[in-house]
């Protein structure tokens, strides 16, 4: 016999046999016989329903060790640790089947009902240990579940090894027993031949839903195992098939119900859906497969991310959108991405983040393709268009229609109509000469907000020109305070008659202004005079006129100085040859002004 295959010469001490059988039991028996064993099998339940069932377990195990451990010590000829030696095989390591055997196969705490048949001989071949066992039912049971352990006498050899490339040095230490061990633990499900039924909930969907992201546990109930029903958590739903979400109507959802338990225990139910109109903008068109047509559909899916979708709505077809329209734009459809913004400037003609129009001639089905289902988020703003008065907002099914042309919020309660585009603007009437001061003091006055309580007049963005009488028109922002708190902005151009002012003013004028001569050598001096503008808008003043008294033909020149209109410049009122026309204007007063 080779020197590897010596068995152990030295007497073991019982300690470090006892730490060897120990070892044993744990890496083989717990750690890789058990594991492997332990399974759960179902039996009929009823009387004569057997099962086989074949166990396949390793037939060894490792132990590792560090060179200076039990394990170099059980395997050293002397008294001293062999550090050569780290591992500890248990079993057929490597080939040797005659290292490993087990015998005595039984059943232990058999559950009542059932008995064991048989158990085959284990089996040794490739470093695996199997065998068979066949049990019966004896009785009939409505128990789901019952369980038993396998036990068995192990026999072990148990060899040190190096871990060498070439496998040596080895050495044979001895063999160890373990009695009526427990081999495993056999769990019995009955078979339970209980069926899965269903029955179809009838159920609603939103016109451009995505049939992949819904949850078809409500589209059944009474769902029941023979005649216990279950709850949703016994139980999947799926969806087989496909059924059409972009028009209207009533459609067929087949869904397959399956037992969680069971997953082989399965059921199918046709389901009727109802698509609905949900929370969306509808867009009309000619009616050639009836008067209520609609050739887009965008509508609003709430949810953890908000989207839209586009859909046909009314009716399956791909006619023409308008034959009447031709080469001209018949809606259009713009969102606005408000989500890192606190305002937006809105325009007519202001593309959205995203946006699609089409032609009257153009394809129903065809266009819609342009639009993708778009995420969106509280607070965005979308634009929608129609040439013809077809723009409608469909709520709980109710229609409702507001104008070619509608802005909405984008809030958790569905599209919100906003107002800023749909106040009524009138010609207003603006005094001839109103300053800009003046016009700002009363742009409130020129645009009426009553009944939008979020909407408010901001300023002139163009003043109208008051020059002189006339039509002419000014540009004036308003601003719309949206549910989100952010603001939207829109100018409306607002035509202005320029009128004369029939308003009473407040003066005061000296009722007589003289220029007399005082002293031969001074000529002639006046007191100063003062005129005072009490009113609230201004006044322009004029001298219209100058009455000559006795010998006023010997003034050479006779001048006026009005400090604040003429800035300090003389105005001639009398010469010799009287030549000076009248009236002469000083200047304009604004309000309450001194001059």
């Not at 109930?221 to 949703?232: A, C, I």
Request: glycine share 6%; aromatic share 8%; proline share 3%.
């Amino acid at each position: 016999m080779q020197a590897s295959e010596n068995m152990k010469s030295r007497l073991i001490t019982e300690q470090l046999r006892q730490i060897l059988y120990s070892d044993g039991e744990q890496s083989y028996i717990v750690k890789t016989l058990q594991p492997s064993i332990s399974q759960r099998i179902t039996l009929g339940n009823t009387v004569g329903s057997t099962q086989k069932f074949t166990v396949i377990a390793p037939a060894a195990s490792t132990s590792n060790g560090n060179g200076n451990d039990w394990i170099s010590l059980i395997a050293s000829d002397t008294e001293e640790h062999d550090s050569r030696y780290r591992w500890m095989q248990y079993g057929d390591f490597r080939g040797e089947p005659h290292k490993y055997a087990l015998t005595n196969v039984w059943i232990d705490s058999m559950p009542e009902g059932i008995e064991l048949m048989e158990v085959t001989t284990p089996s040794v071949n490739n470093q695996m240990v199997s065998f068979t066992v066949t049990i019966k039912r004896t009785i009939d049971t409505g128990d789901t579940s019952g369980s038993f352990s396998l036990t068995g006498d192990i026999r072990l050899g148990t060899t040190a090894t190096t871990g060498s490339p070439d496998g040596e040095p080895i050495k044979n230490i001895e063999d160890v027993k373990y009695l009526n061990a427990t081999l495993g633990r056999i769990t019995v499900d009955a078979e339970d031949n209980r069926k899965i039924t269903a029955e179809a909930s009838a159920s609603t969907v939103v016109l451009g839903t995505n049939i992949k992201e819904i949850a078809y546990e409500d589209f059944v109930k009474n769902v029941k195992l023979g005649d216990e029903v279950l709850t949703k958590d016994k139980y999947t739903v799926e969806l087989i098939g496909e059924y059409a979400t972009d028009y209207l109507g009533e459609k067929t959802a087949k869904v397959r119900v399956t037992l969680k338990a069971t997953p082989t225990n399965t059921t199918e139910v046709d389901v009727p859906v109802q698509i609905l109109w949900g929370n969306s903008i509808a867009y009309g068109g000619l009616g050639y497969v009836g008067g209520d047509r609609t050739t887009a559909v965008f509508s609003l899916h709430q949810g953890s991310k908000p989207k839209i979708t586009i859909s046909q709505g009314q009716s399956n077809d791909n006619y023409e959108i308008h034959s009447y329209f031709p080469g001209e734009k018949y809606y259009s459809f713009d969102w606005f991405n408000l989500k890192s913004a606190t305002d937006i400037h809105m325009t007519s003609d202001k593309k959205g983040d995203q946006s699609i129009e089409a032609e009257g001639q153009e394809k129903k089905q065809d266009a819609l393709k342009k639009w993708q289902t778009q995420e969106v988020s509280h607070g965005d703003v979308v634009r929608s268009w129609v040439t013809e008065h077809k723009n409608h907002l469909y709520v709980n099914e109710n229609r409702e229609f507001n104008g070619n042309e509608a802005y909405y919020e984008i809030t958790k309660n569905g599209y919100q109509l906003l107002n800023f585009n749909k106040l009524k603007i009138t010609k207003q009437s603006v005094i001839h000469q109103a300053t800009k001061e003046e016009m700002d003091k009363a742009v409130q006055s020129y645009i009426n907000t009553s009944g939008h309580q979020n909407i408010k007049v901001v300023k002139f963005m163009k003043y109208p020109d008051t020059s002189s009488l006339k039509d002419t028109e000014g540009i004036i922002r308003i601003a719309e305070t949206l549910a989100s708190g952010k603001t939207v902005t829109y100018d409306y151009t607002v035509p202005f008659s320029v009128v004369k002012d029939n308003s009473w003013i407040k003066v005061k004028v000296p009722t007589k202004i003289l220029f007399a001569q005082i002293s031969k050598e001074s000529g002639i001096l006046s007191p100063e005079y003062e005129i005072v503008n009490l009113s609230e808008r201004g006044i322009k003043v004029s001298i219209n006129s100058v009455i000559r008294g006795t010998s006023s033909e010997l003034i050479p020149e006779l001048n006026l100085h009005s400090t604040n209109l003429t800035n300090g410049h003389k105005i001639t009122l009398v010469t010799p040859n009287d030549s000076n026309n009248f009236p002469q204007e000083l200047g304009v007063m604004t309000k309450k002004m001194i001059a």
